[in-house]
């Protein structure tokens, strides 16, 4: 069973940084892309940035310039997010699709991680 935990969410003020990590871990044969998407109550979940396996970074408008994502190697992710505002509050999930033992595919959640912003 392929799973994804995150870690380095918490409280910062506006203009502050955070850097979220995520490592995958089961019988994983490959990952295609990882990504980082947030959710506030009441609204969708949305992308943030995405990262293909040979490191071709997406990100969402509101974010470019401010956030990097990165890969370091097959499994793990990191997300490092500067300037932060506070509408960047949110929980950050992060996400995976690959394939797993006996060429299964997978598509795999984080639990989320809260990231609040104060003004």
């Known amino acids: 069973q392929v799973q994804l935990v995150e870690s380095g969410g918490g409280l910062v003020q506006a203009g502050g940084s955070l850097r979220l990590s995520c490592a995958a871990s089961g019988i994983i044969l490959s990952i295609n892309t990882m990504g980082w998407y947030r959710q506030t109550p009441g609204k969708q979940r949305e992308l943030v940035a995405t990262i293909t396996s040979s490191g071709t970074p997406n990100y969402a408008e509101s974010v470019k310039g401010r956030f990097t994502i990165s890969r370091d190697n097959a499994k793990k992710t990191y997300l490092q997010m500067n300037s932060l505002k506070p509408e960047d509050t949110a929980v950050y999930y992060c996400?995976?699709?690959?394939?797993?033992?006996?060429?299964?595919?997978?598509?795999?959640w984080g639990q989320g991680t809260l990231v609040t912003v104060s003004s």
């Open positions: 996400n995976a699709d690959g394939m797993s033992l006996f060429g299964r595919y997978f598509e795999v």
